[in-house]
Structures are given as structure tokens and as C-alpha cells.
């Protein structure tokens, strides 16, 4: 059976055997398809969610290194929704080119999506003194828990220490913790909730 007789592949888009922009000999590990999705600018969905292997985060990646990136993140509503490191260990699946990355483009495209952060060496220092310089609220995960075991201020950051001003789910200042970087495999910084959490902070203090 052809596909002009075959039912389902009538209208089967055409396979480029050859096209432009394809990974090539590059693609052989996620590191190296993230820095080619970078260097398009394009919006990546990242999986790295072993529980719920449907689960992404959407965004342009400003910053990566052979552990870790860093996605400037993006709400399914276009929204900016901060910063967002994670581990490359962790990725389950990447994704480029989609409708819904078109979606998003066409979203954000119609806000005022800016954000002037620029990574250099160690991601997680990076977006922690940027968030200390900025006041903005981080949470913090620490060793794959799949939760966040610190939200809130950053006050001081070093290559062995965190000093952080916690602040709970009511923007109340709930002490604070200290943690090494080390132990760190993801955070968000300044993302919708966290700037909720800084919103509810300020009403309280200031």
C-alpha cells in the first residue's frame, strides 16, 4: 500500500533526510544538545521529573556547564517566572521546536519577558549573589528530595556556605539556615511564588 492509498499517512508530513540545523555529530550527550538548543535561542523543555516523566520546565537557557544550567523560566501562561537551576544528571528528556515552545514564544513575546543576569563558572554561586544583589527570594533543594528545604532571602554566599533568611509559605521571617553549596541540585530564583512569598514579606516589614 502507498501512502497516497494509506489512510493515516495521507497527509504525513515530509521526513528532510538532510535538514539544516539537525545536532549531527554534536548530539552526544545533554550538555552538547542544550549548548546547540542555546546557541539557537530557542526554548527548551527540560524534563528532569522521574516521578512524573510528563513534567517540564520551559525556558531560554542563559547559563551551562557540564553539570548544571540555567533556564530562564517561563509560566505555561508566557510568564516570566525567574530563574531555574538544575542538574544535567537529572534530565530525563529535552525538547526544542515544539508548538507548545512556539506557544510560549508568541506568550511572552506580548509581556516584557527581561531578565540582566549573566552566568560565569559555578551556576549555583552565580544565581545565589544575584539574588543577594537583587533582594529576590530563592528556594532552595538539596540532594534530589524533590522538595524545597530552604525558601527565602539570601544573606551571605561563599564556595562552602549559605546563609540564608528564611521565610515561610506566609511571608513571615522564620529564622535562618545555612547550607552548603555543594549539596544544592536545584533552585528558583524570583519565580512567580517566590515573588508572592517577597510580596506577602514586604506588607509585613517594611
Do not use: W
Not at 509560566?75 to 506557544?103: C, M, Q, R, W
Not at 530563592?138 to 549559605?162: H, T, W
Amino acid at each position: 500500500m502507498t501512502q497516497e492509498e494509506h489512510p493515516i499517512l495521507i497527509n504525513a508530513p515530509k521526513i528532510n533526510p538532510n535538514p539544516k540545523n539537525d545536532l549531527k555529530n554534536e548530539c552526544q550527550d545533554f550538555f552538547s544538545v542544550l549548548s546547540f538548543i542555546r546557541n539557537k535561542t530557542e526554548i527548551a523543555l527540560i524534563y528532569t521529573n522521574f516521578d512524573d516523566t510528563l513534567k517540564f520546565s520551559a525556558g531560554y537557557i542563559c547559563g551551562l556547564t557540564k553539570e548544571q544550567f540555567v533556564l530562564k523560566h517561563i509560566s505555561p501562561d508566557g510568564i516570566e517566572d525567574g530563574l531555574y537551576v538544575g542538574s544535567i544528571s537529572n534530565i530525563i528528556k529535552v525538547e526544542y521546536g515544539t508548538k507548545y515552545a512556539d506557544k510560549l514564544k508568541h506568550l511572552e513575546k506580548t509581556g516584557q519577558f527581561t531578565y540582566d543576569f549573566e552566568c560565569r563558572d559555578d551556576l549555583n554561586i552565580d544565581v545565589l549573589q544575584h539574588a543577594m544583589q537583587k533582594g529576590y527570594i530563592v528556594s532552595i533543594e538539596l540532594e534530589n528530595s524533590g522538595q524545597n528545604d530552604a525558601v527565602g532571602f539570601v544573606l551571605a554566599v561563599s564556595e562552602k556556605m549559605i546563609r540564608i533568611l528564611a521565610v515561610d509559605d506566609f511571608g513571615c521571617n522564620d529564622g535562618e539556615c545555612y547550607l552548603c553549596p555543594d549539596q544544592i541540585t536545584k533552585i528558583t530564583c524570583n519565580g512567580i511564588e517566590e515573588r508572592k512569598m517577597e510580596s506577602l514579606y514586604h506588607s509585613l516589614y517594611d
